[in-house]
């Protein structure tokens, strides 16, 4: 099973280097820390940090960062440091350790409660976690079944299960939001024609261009205006002490 995690995990690293969708999640991730966290010298940790890329943008901006992933010998081939093999719904670190968590994409793959659950027990007290998940159950399509989610959030669902953990939001956005009706589209082709092929992994590089420019004009825009739509939800969500 390790093998088979470390084999894909070098199929994600060769699309992270060029595809929009990765590139976007990143930028987005790496913009909301700019605006609304101090990183230099935090204690931070990506779940599920998959090829590492996060964890080593993290450790450039000045953070003690840490990552923890099913397998990581990937990881460890390319040179990472810092790198522990867990579960998220058994995180292997002491209580109130972390200043700053990342959880990109990967909620919808587990036991959402119990893996929220860990990321508030090793939140330091007012530390702060950035979540990312896919957004609308009626988007769901054969791209979710292949990569094995359980579900879809909508704002509602992911709102009460952080709040009834004890973390509050304290930013929330739709991303991929310029991008929806073309996401859309895509579904219900491949519903009409029964695709079962992962043809959104294999665009041309033109079509990943302009797919780019389109993410960095909406992160440009995110940064005056919320816009109302999208397929996946961020959130930055702050550890609330028990009364």
């Not at 990569?147 to 299960?161: D, F, I, N």
């Not at 825009?221 to 996946?232: A, C, F, Q, R």
Request: aromatic share 10%; proline share 3%; glycine share 4%.
């Amino acid at each position: 099973m390790r093998q088979q995690i470390a084999a894909s995990r070098v199929k994600i690293s060769t699309l992270e280097d060029w595809h929009f969708w990765f590139a976007g999640r990143r930028n987005l991730v790496l913009s909301l820390i700019e605006r609304f966290i101090k990183i230099s010298n935090l204690q931070t940790l990506d779940v599920g940090c998959g090829t590492g890329s996060l964890v080593e943008k993290l450790r450039e901006l000045g953070a003690k960062a840490f990552g923890v992933d099913l397998s990581v010998i990937y990881m460890i081939s390319k040179g990472h440091r810092n790198l522990s093999e867990a579960k998220a719904e058994a995180l292997p670190f002491a209580d109130n350790n972390f200043e700053l968590v990342t959880v990109c994409d990967v909620l919808e793959h587990l036991d959402d409660v119990s893996a929220i659950r860990e990321i508030y027990r090793v939140m330091k007290p007012t530390g702060r976690a950035i979540i990312t998940v896919p957004a609308h159950m009626w988007l769901w399509s054969y791209r979710d079944e292949v990569a094995q989610h359980l579900r879809r959030y909508s704002v509602q669902e992911l709102k009460t299960k952080l709040e009834d953990a004890g973390l509050k939001i304290v930013h929330l956005q739709f991303y991929q939001s310029l991008l929806l009706p073309a996401f859309i589209f895509s579904r219900l082709i491949a519903k009409l024609f029964k695709r079962t092929t992962d043809h959104e992994e294999k665009i041309s590089p033109l079509t990943n261009y302009v797919l780019k420019l389109l993410n960095a004009l909406e992160l440009k825009l995110s940064n005056y205006i919320i816009l109302p739509w999208g397929s996946s939800i961020v959130v930055i969500a702050e550890k609330q002490l028990p009364h």
